[in-house]
């Protein structure tokens, strides 16, 4: 950069900090906390750098950051906990770090129409904790659910584990409301289970990563915790053959509402992370849950694995063991990144075809000479390929990145999606117009002009 676009730089961070700081929003510009904020976990997309953080505690505090922002021209950033994977919430040069992660009250639990409302700070465990008392909870459960925000839940259509039964974010959030381009306020959506007046705009902001808008408040579905829950593990000497449970066991009607698949990669990150007696010799291991008449559920299952290649298939003897066995799987992610720097993918395809997904990665692994681990929310045909790399490793960078192009490849070529959960954020928004058509990506582009029409929210995000 030259020194005059540095002087405009200045000038340009001098005039939002003395704006800021005059509305009372206390910016802060220490470079070591701009540093600290400006990544979320998708750690191989680079930051920009910052020109100030606000850590609102209220709308009206979002609305006169957002306002300030759009007068002067400045991108502003929103961020919760930055849990999320394709960078969404990093930094961009210039830009408002808008940290909404303060805003976390639990407004209201109402056990007759089964809804909460929070803010977008709260945590997504501590949700289904409220309500708890009420024989209630919420269902979606990502696997960051004790660290990741409801409000960046939100922004990314978050999934989760029990996806393949409940279903994801967007299908739980009854009612929004969100801080406009412009710092005007709106609320959209209802209360009632019923509702069809208008556009459907609160189905919009879900997975807009912050693009169209700044989620300050959420009305949330609530559903009954189930009276009990059962759940066993399959042993598989292929990936293929988990596979092929996987599609027999939803090809005969069953409804698990767990359904995940572990590789031998992760078995044994898992086991050298916390050992709890995994079978590291597998090939892959399902673990499955149900929770409608468990044990009938579960036998016909059991079944089904064996029928396709289970070499063991044991239950969990009670109910630590189980949460044991979930708690493992939630720590795939940490455990992997004990190998080494993860790039994290993150695609779906047909449920038909995830056997042949499967040995599609194991393919592009052996192709590139990378370690890949895979991870899946099976039962919904997700997959989540682990990619290490060791960027101080020449060469190593661009064959993990190799291998993730080409998984994204076969993905849209099996007729299946970029992105399952984890959003298009930077990561991945150069694909995005290989998975929609022309049309479609104009409709996109023109919706985000209508909506910030200077271009100011979370730019560089989704849309290239």
């Not at 449970?245 to 359904?259: D, E, I």
Request: hydrophobic fraction near 50%; aromatic fraction near 2%.
């Amino acid at each position: 950069m030259s020194r005059s676009a540095d002087n405009a730089a200045a000038a340009r961070t001098d005039a939002l900090v003395a704006a800021l700081t005059e509305a009372g929003l206390a910016p802060v510009t220490d470079p070591d906390v701009l540093a600290a904020h400006s990544q979320d976990h998708a750690g191989l997309v680079p930051a920009g750098r910052a020109a100030a953080l606000v850590r609102a505690r209220s709308t009206a505090e979002v609305s006169a950051a957002v306002r300030i922002a759009a007068e002067l021209a400045t991108p502003v950033v929103p961020q919760g906990a930055r849990t999320g994977l394709a960078g969404a919430a990093t930094a961009v040069d210039g830009a408002l770090l808008l940290d909404v992660s303060g805003m976390d009250r639990i407004i209201e639990v109402d056990p007759v129409d089964r809804l909460a409302v929070v803010q977008p700070g709260v945590l997504n465990a501590a949700i289904s904790q409220a309500a708890k008392d009420s024989g209630l909870r919420y269902s979606p459960d990502p696997g960051s659910w004790l660290i990741s925000t409801i409000g960046g839940n939100i922004a990314t259509a978050a999934g989760g584990m029990c996806c393949v039964k409940y279903g994801t974010t967007p299908e739980y959030v009854l009612a929004l409301e969100v801080v406009l381009a412009s710092g005007e306020v709106m609320r959209c959506g209802r209360r009632t289970a019923k509702g069809v007046a208008g556009y459907d705009l609160v189905r919009l902001f879900c997975g807009s990563e912050g693009t169209l808008g700044i989620i300050t408040e959420a009305t949330v579905k609530l559903s009954p915790v189930p009276a009990q829950r059962l759940t066993l593990a399959a042993v598989f000497d292929t990936t293929a053959d988990a596979g092929r449970a996987v599609t027999a066991v939803m090809a005969a009607g069953k409804q698990p509402s767990l359904l995940e698949l572990i590789d031998n990669v992760h078995l044994r990150a898992l086991e050298a992370l916390r050992p709890m007696g995994l079978p590291t010799e597998a090939a892959a291991l399902l673990l499955v849950a149900a929770d409608t008449d468990p044990e009938r559920e579960l036998i016909a299952i059991e079944e089904l694995c064996t029928a396709a290649g289970a070499v063991e298939v044991f239950r969990a003897t009670d109910a630590a063991e189980a949460d044991a066995l979930l708690e493992s799987r939630r720590n795939a992610y940490h455990a992997m990144e004990k190998l080494g720097t993860v790039l994290v993918d993150d695609v779906a395809v047909p449920r038909a075809r995830l056997a042949e997904a499967l040995d599609g990665v194991q393919a592009a692994a052996e192709r590139h000479g990378v370690v890949i681990g895979v991870i899946a929310h099976a039962g919904d045909g997700n997959l989540h390929p682990n990619i290490i790399v060791h960027p101080e490793v020449p060469g190593s960078l661009e064959a993990g990145r190799a291998a993730f192009d080409e998984i994204l490849e076969m993905a849209l070529a099996m007729g299946g999606t970029i992105t399952g959960e984890h959003g298009v954020g930077m990561l991945k928004r150069d694909w995005l117009a290989k998975e929609v058509d022309p049309v479609n990506l104009a409709v996109q582009r023109r919706l985000k002009a209508a909506m910030d029409p200077l271009g100011i929210l979370n730019p560089g995000k989704v849309l290239a």
